[in-house]
């Protein structure tokens, strides 16, 4: 198992959660975690993996920290 | 501004300002002695070393010499809305002297929650020339240039160059892809502003570093959560000020920007979080 620093933001806090220290598998994805926690993929704004711009196909290892942005377009 | 007695102004404003200020009445009767519009009576006023009164209260943080760095500036701002109201009636009041303002929408109904510059008496009438009457009430120093059309890879790099600074308050996130890249290509740095509900995010992008397209590289079409959430009133008012607070800067060499990385502003858990973006 790896441990994954998991931070959610906006809308996605709602009902989730801000911060967690989550377990996953070896070789999960980003997708892997975006599904497990009921997020729609067609939501999804930022990927940041340690700071550093990601897509959902990236696998994380551990000690990872993944933050989760929704999509905001509006003006 | 038509030839005149240098020497004249001179006693004019040793006679008529009270210690450096010149009141907005007496900034009247100059421009009338000298026949000059206000933004031509503004920059003599302060190449002489005087200040019109109505920037007093900018002074402890903007010089006279900053506040002509602003009068001489000339910003962009694309989208006319929610976010592109503010940064127009902020950077107004700031005394940035030319604004270009750049929407092609009139005013709906269901703008009236949250845009500033959406009245009963406007609705469905023009967003640009809501902007051009507003101005001249609060700043008629600043020379505004309405354009109602929309901005996009076509006519964006012509529309935009020699611009100081362009300012994001666009609705949609292809159109500020699109002028990611225009910026990008005229080297123009862009100040980018996205809101949904009770969320935004700001930012402010130097030539070359394609911010946007790092930030919504996951994204394919449709929109936001702001098709879910909407937008009330005070989350526009917010990051628009955020973004006008980077225009300041930008324009006046002064401070720190957010460069590479942008704020994320959660005004439901009231947190603001600083992310880097490499």
């Known amino acids: ?75 | 501004m038509k030839e005149f007695d240098h020497e004249q102004l001179k006693v004019f404003l040793a006679e008529h300002a009270q210690g450096d200020l010149l009141s907005w009445a007496n900034e009247l009767k100059l421009m009338n002695l000298f026949g000059l519009s206000c933004n031509s009576a503004d920059e003599l006023i302060m190449t002489s070393g005087f200040l019109p009164s109505r920037y007093q209260r900018n002074r402890h943080m903007i010089s006279t010499e900053q506040q002509y760095q602003l009068l001489k500036s000339q910003v962009a701002v694309v989208g006319c809305g929610g976010l592109g109201g503010y940064v127009i009636e902020e950077l107004a009041r700031l005394g940035v002297g030319r604004l270009m303002v750049i929407d092609s929408d009139v005013f709906e109904e269901h703008n009236l929650n949250r845009q500033l510059l959406a009245t009963i008496d406007n609705l469905g009438t023009s967003k640009v020339d809501a902007a051009v009457k507003r101005v001249k009430q609060i700043n008629p120093a600043v020379q505004v240039d309405p354009r109602q059309i929309a901005v996009g890879l076509g006519n964006g790099v012509e529309l935009l160059a020699g611009m100081d600074v362009v300012v994001d308050a666009i609705d949609n996130i292809n159109g500020r892809l699109d002028l990611e890249q225009i910026c990008h290509q005229i080297e123009v740095p862009l100040v980018y502003g996205a809101i949904a509900g009770w969320f935004g995010q700001v930012g402010c992008i130097k030539p070359g570093q394609r911010i946007l397209q790092k930030l919504y590289a996951n994204w394919t079409a449709g929109k936001g959560i702001e098709s879910s959430f909407g937008n009330p009133s005070f989350t526009p008012a917010v990051a628009a000020s955020l973004q006008s607070a980077e225009v300041c800067k930008v324009l006046l060499g002064h401070g720190g920007l957010l460069e590479e990385r942008i704020l994320s502003v959660d005004l439901l858990h009231m947190q603001f979080d600083d992310i880097p973006v490499q």
């Open chain 1, 1 to 75: 198992m790896i441990q994954v620093n998991v931070k959610l933001f906006a809308s996605f806090r709602i009902g989730r959660f801000d911060r967690e220290i989550r377990e996953y598998p070896q070789a999960t994805t980003v997708a892997d975690v975006v599904k497990e926690l009921g997020i729609p993929e067609g939501e999804i704004g930022i990927l940041l993996l340690n700071s550093v711009h990601v897509d959902l196909k990236r696998q994380l290892v551990d000690k990872d920290v993944l933050a989760i942005f929704p999509l905001v377009g509006g003006g």
